[in-house]
């Protein structure tokens, strides 16, 4: 038997979604409203010189596929350039709620899914390129995507795939060769910058807002086969579809966003954009576009520029908003069950169980297991919320020096003040001695409920480890790897790609990637704001 894995332009792709949901195949490619249909075929348009910059190995081992040279025909195939005769390339049409705003058609402006390939375990995987050229859905926009964005995405959905947040995946970073104009500050001053096409795998793309577009063009027929594709390919273990199974495939959604957004909580990520036609169906982190790690503890704190009025998708936002977007796509779902009153059983289920992953994920980052009454837990760990947020303090690094400083407050209470005077000098940005008084008030009640833990000292220092990232991708580097990238130095973009890989390991000698974000960065654009121009 032949072991050697296939470049991507010779696998074989098998493509489901085309298969077996509606489409249109004019490959038309004029911007338009479409209606009728799950997708419209397209064609890439091609790119002038597509070079390979990032590869995710790991990913590819999974998918069967052998590293592409930096050009050829694998790389052609990554950049859209080369169609192989198995691709059948679509772009799916989906509507959403922009900031609260049903915005009527949105679709895959810019990204095109090739087929689906088959990892080495079986399952099924979609492979998406984003900047690959104009689609029907397309509106006023080119199509494209900058290196910028293209990098932070790629680089950030495996980061948080090693974190342990479900997310889509990324297999690959191509350089386009050719130039894409962007008015990055939106201030009437656009600029020729690099473009980038990134590869993007997922068991499937669809979004709420695929949903939400076939019921608010009242295509029942149309909204009841892309339930019964969804729940066939991806909720296999709920049954038949049917109108019981409808509703308990709306409660899974549910409980995988709640898992989701527990997860996106207890690392300090910001989304940035959680529209309705952002949320995957699978409970996956997608479309990485503004996003940011919260430096300071801050519920407030959003990267997107273009959300600093109202902070709608602030951190602190995002579990609310979660469930505003599970109430639309509830609200789409009405017409395939007879009594919507059962899909309410979904958004209950979101909440209780949002609540006990997010108890459950924090009592781990504070090493306590669940032998305390969980109202008491929660009362600790909404003081120490406050505390934090009352101060300039990392969130980062407070987790993971409180982590290291364990040992020494379970076993020297004499010593404990000093030993977390420590942690937050490690972590702040700036603190005042009132401020760091009530941080000690917190401690006199977490210290002793510590102490009554009954695990050895050290083995709760590795649990709180294992919960406790060292590396996050602060927005700084990420904006160091992208400006070094822009002059053809990989060397940051692949140090990160590295490190990242083992988040919650010491790896002492990238220690200065765990660092405080310097002064210089903490407003500077791109490392501390970012517009929604990608
Ligand atoms: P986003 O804010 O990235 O989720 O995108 C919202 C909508 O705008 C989606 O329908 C995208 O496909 C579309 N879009 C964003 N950027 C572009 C672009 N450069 N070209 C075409 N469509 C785009
Ligand atoms: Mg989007």
Redesign the pocket.
Known sequence: MNTHPPQFDQAAFHNSFVDELRGEDSLDLRPRQVAGVHYSRVQPTPVRQPRLLAWSEELADFLGLARPDEQGPAVEALAGNRVTDTMKPFAARYGGHQFGNWAGQ??????MSLGELTARDGTSWEIQLKGAG?TP???R?????VLRSSLREFLCSEAMHYLGVPTTRALSLVATGDVVVRDMFYNGNPQPEPGAIVARVAPTFVRFGNFQILAASGEIDNLRALADYVIRHHFAELGEPGPAVYVRWFEEVSRRTARMIARWMAVGFVHG?M?T??MSVLGLTI?Y?PYGWLEPYDPDWTPNTTDFGTRRYAYGQQPQVALWNLLQLARALVPLVPDPQELRAGLDLYTSMLAAEQLQLTRRKLGLSALAPDEEDQALIDSLHEALAASEIDMTLFFRHLSQAAPALLTAPAEQEARFREVLTAAAYSMTADEEAVLLQWLAQYAPRLRRETRAPEAIRTDMLAANPKYVLRNYLAQLAIEAAEVGDLSKLNRLMEVLRNPYDEQPEHDELAAKRPDWARDKPGSATLS?S?
């Open positions: 949105l679709g895959d402006g810019r990204a104009p859905y397309s509106r926009a080119d199509g494209r995507a954009v529209n036609d952002n479309d576009g929604c990608s």
